[in-house]
């Protein structure tokens, strides 16, 4: 079955947009993944086609009302009722690759794209959308956060990333590792020179130096990310000392 977007916004016209491009462009063209932009508007039903009124409490800027919200919900549910159901929020957890691996494995998503100050609350409660953030940043709109999420999700799918851009040893990947450093020719270039190791032809070498990088890498970058490396392996019986593998 093919695995399904179903995005709601106030701007259908940025779709695909940069989907439509490249690799996930290309996976959109051969079928191996489809979207749809609902235009939210469509879904209004006054003569001005609100979508959006003032705040109960008072302040500024304008929220997105729930009847009209729920209406293009409605649509996008029932033609995708098995889909997870995304609400883009700064509020949301924090997306990341085991989500994505996640959202990639099922059959698809419904997004909700918020505008201004966001949805009404009782709207995200009363269809049980997850609310996913894309990071600790306010966006103007959820649309960039929409197409950020396919994109990490379609190069996930099937057949989409050939094996030469294979996924398991990037960064974030089960292990949790950051990747380590890439180079190509020239060998030599303003003076820098490539790591020996990775001239050398060594496979198991180049395998334990490339290991080394990732923790190194990990460990001084993200500190988090190398605190749950550790735990991760400890419950594997890995080491619990914290040191990296030998270079
Ligand atoms: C200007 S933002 C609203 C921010 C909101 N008033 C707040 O302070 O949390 C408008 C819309 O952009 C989207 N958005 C903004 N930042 C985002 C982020 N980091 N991740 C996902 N969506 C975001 C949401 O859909 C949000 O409803």
Redesign the pocket.
């Known amino acids: 079955m093919t695995w399904r977007a179903s995005v709601l916004t106030l701007f259908p016209e940025m779709f695909p947009g940069p989907l439509g491009l490249s690799l996930a462009g290309k996976a959109l063209r051969d079928g191996r993944w489809a979207l749809e932009a609902l235009d939210i508007r469509g879904f209004a039903t006054d003569r001005h086609r609100s979508v959006d009124d003032t705040p109960f409490g008072g302040g500024a800027g304008m929220v997105m009302r729930p009847d009209v919200v729920d209406a293009a919900l409605g649509a996008a549910i029932a033609a995708q009722p098995a889909a997870r159901r995304i609400y883009?929020?700064?509020?949301?957890r924090l997306l990341d690759q085991a989500l994505v691996r996640e959202l990639a494995a099922g059959p698809g998503v419904i997004l909700l794209?918020?505008?201004?100050?966001?949805?009404d609350q009782r709207v995200i409660e009363a269809r049980e959308l997850e609310e996913v953030?894309?990071?600790d940043?306010?966006?103007?709109?959820?649309e960039v956060?929409a197409i950020l999420l396919l994109d990490a999700c379609v190069r996930l799918l099937p057949g989409v990333m050939g094996a030469a851009d294979s996924a398991t040893e990037e960064s974030h990947g089960p292990e949790g590792l950051l990747e380590y450093p890439h180079y190509t020719r020239p060998a030599e270039w303003q003076g820098r020179t490539v790591p020996e190791v990775l001239l050398s032809g060594h496979h198991a070498e180049v395998a334990k130096w490339r290991r080394a990088r990732a923790e190194e890498a990990t460990r001084t970058r993200r500190p988090d990310l190398w605190a749950k490396h550790l735990n991760r392996n400890a419950g594997e019986g890995g080491r619990l000392d914290g040191q990296p593998a030998a270079a």
């Open positions: 883009l929020t700064p509020r949301g794209c918020g505008r201004y100050e966001g949805v953030s894309a990071g940043v306010v966006l103007s709109g959820g956060a």
